[in-house]
Nanobody, 117 residues
């Protein structure tokens, strides 16, 4: 069983910054990819950013240049640094981990990010 613990959400003013963390624990031998998704009220969940074990990253166009995803393979932890936040970034952010051994796709509990003045 794999557990994901997220932290770092909150309320921030437009233009501000937040850093989210997600630590994976449990019976993990190898992780392929880690990422962050978000879901705003009335919207579908969307991929924000992902990073593979080799360090390849992928971002949704709306956050390119503002968000940076990184990971610490030794700690099975993924981070996302979010700068220049906009009200449209307001959503519940979910961590996602794709585990190779044992095989599985896991989700965090979600953390609220609110960008408002």
């Amino acid at each position: 069983q794999v557990q994901l613990v997220e932290s770092g959400g909150g309320l921030v003013q437009p233009g501000g910054s937040l850093r989210l963390s997600c630590a994976a624990s449990g019976s993990i031998v190898s992780i392929y990819a880690m990422g962050w998704y978000r879901q705003a009220p009335g919207n579908q969940r969307e991929l924000v950013a992902s990073i593979t074990s080799g360090g390849n990253t992928n971002y949704v166009d709306s956050v390119k240049g503002r968000f940076t995803i990184s990971r610490d393979n030794a700690k099975n932890t993924v981070y996302i640094q979010m700068n220049s936040l906009k009200p449209e970034d307001t959503a519940v952010y979910y961590c996602n981990v794709v585990v190779v051994l044992p095989s599985g796709n896991y989700w965090g509990q979600g953390t609220q990010v609110t960008v408002s003045s």
